[in-house]
């Protein structure tokens, strides 16, 4: 049931356009200059941005999986444990932070294909 970090890096380097700065505890993934993502390794958790709305139904449908981070304007993101989520929810997932996040020429050049 656990993703390792390793698959999760696969999917990010399989969205057009993201890439990841590292820093002290954490790395960040953007699309063009926009945040979609974060990696705490240390504790093997992935921050993802969302609609408000799956942020709660995540939250409240798993609170042991996932945990409310923050909201910013129309956006809730989500702490996901890696530890407690299957491999295509955590591909779903991710895939639409990033599609919330790139420019608009990018995800329709993507289309609906997951980065598998």
């Known amino acids: 049931m656990a993703v390792p970090i390793a698959d999760f890096l696969a999917i990010i380097d399989r969205l057009p356009g993201a890439g990841g700065t590292d820093s002290e505890n954490w790395t960040s993934f953007r699309v063009r200059g926009r945040t979609f993502g974060y990696l705490w390794p240390r504790t093997s958790t992935v921050g993802l941005k969302q609609t408000i709305a799956e ?3 995540l ?3 798993r609170p042991d999986v996932f945990e409310i981070q923050f909201t910013a304007g129309a ?3 989500v702490v996901v444990y890696l530890d407690g989520i299957e491999l295509d929810e955590l591909v779903e997932l991710t895939f639409e932070a990033w599609r919330l996040t790139a ?5 329709e050049q993507q289309g609906d294909r997951l980065p598998l």
């Open 59 to 61: 939250v409240a449908e």
């Open 55 to 57: 942020q709660r139904a």
């Open 75 to 77: 956006f809730g993101w």
């Open 103 to 107: 420019p608009e020429e990018l995800v």
